[in-house]
């Protein structure tokens, strides 16, 4: 079980926005920063938000992030059939000293 | 854009050594802490480890005392070693780039801007 906690699936229409939820706890989000990641099976895992909010080069504007408390959530908007993919949440924890992870969330385009 | 790959032995049997490398090309492994992850089938990812090419390490407390972690810069790689293996260390492998700092309220940013494709270990009897 992982210490970060996303929904196993979430799906939209094609042009349709959509919301990735990561929960956690006072040791890792709450007082930390949170990033997030694409990864499509059999492919290197693509960074797409860092420090809670923030776009690494190459990184459409579709794609953003925000934190609140110990949540983070990531929000893609105009949903293209290409970002079916599995996203997944990650933030240092303190109390445990080691990097943490969510379960990850399949995207799904209907 | 930097790009990892790992290698690997691929199937192992109980107790054995895992030793995996990472080998970084298209930029330096000078001055960057590099990392190892692995996803077990059907779980999600887990922390093992990170190494600086100064040779600093910090394991995750789950692989204290059988993980080990090093670099070699001239051959811009970077490596594991996990000990005692069993069942449960069955899983995919990867490697990553590690960038961490934190700021004036200690606050931790800590992230990985580029990733191997992953190499999956077996083990079994």
């Known amino acids: 079980q992982s210490v970060l906690t996303q929904p196993p699936s979430v799906s939209a229409a094609p042009g349709q926005k959509v919301i990735i939820s990561c929960s956690g706890s006072s040791s890792n989000i709450g007082n930390n920063y949170v990033s997030w990641y694409q990864h499509l099976p059999g492919s290197a895992p693509r960074l797409l938000i860092y420090?809670?909010?923030k776009r690494p080069s190459g990184i459409p504007d579709r794609f953003s992030g925000s934190k609140s408390g110990t949540s983070a959530t990531l929000a893609i908007t105009g949903l293209q059939t290409g970002d079916e993919a599995d996203y997944f949440c990650a933030s240092w924890d303190s109390s445990l000293s080691a990097a943490m992870f969510g379960g990850g969330t399949k995207l799904t385009a209907l | 854009q930097v790009q990892l790959q790992e290698s690997g032995p691929g199937l192992m049997k109980p107790s054995e050594t895992l030793s995996l490398t990472c080998t970084v090309s298209?930029?330096?492994?000078?001055?960057?802490?590099w990392i190892w992850i692995r996803q077990p089938a059907g779980k999600g990812l887990e922390f093992i480890g990170r190494v600086h090419t100064s040779g600093n390490t910090n394991y995750s407390p789950s692989f204290k005392g059988r993980v080990s972690m090093s670099v070699d810069s001239s051959k811009n790689q970077f490596s594991l070693k996990l000990t005692s293996v069993t069942a449960a260390d069955s899983a995919i492998y990867y490697c990553?780039?590690?960038?961490?700092?934190?700021?004036?309220?200690?606050?931790?940013?800590?992230?990985?801007?580029?990733w191997g494709q992953g190499t999956l270990v077996t083990v079994s009897s």
């Open positions: 298209g930029g330096s492994i000078s001055t960057y802490f």
């Open positions: 420090d809670n909010d």
């Open positions: 990553a780039r590690c960038l961490r700092s934190y700021d004036s309220f200690s606050r931790y940013s800590y992230y990985f801007d580029s």
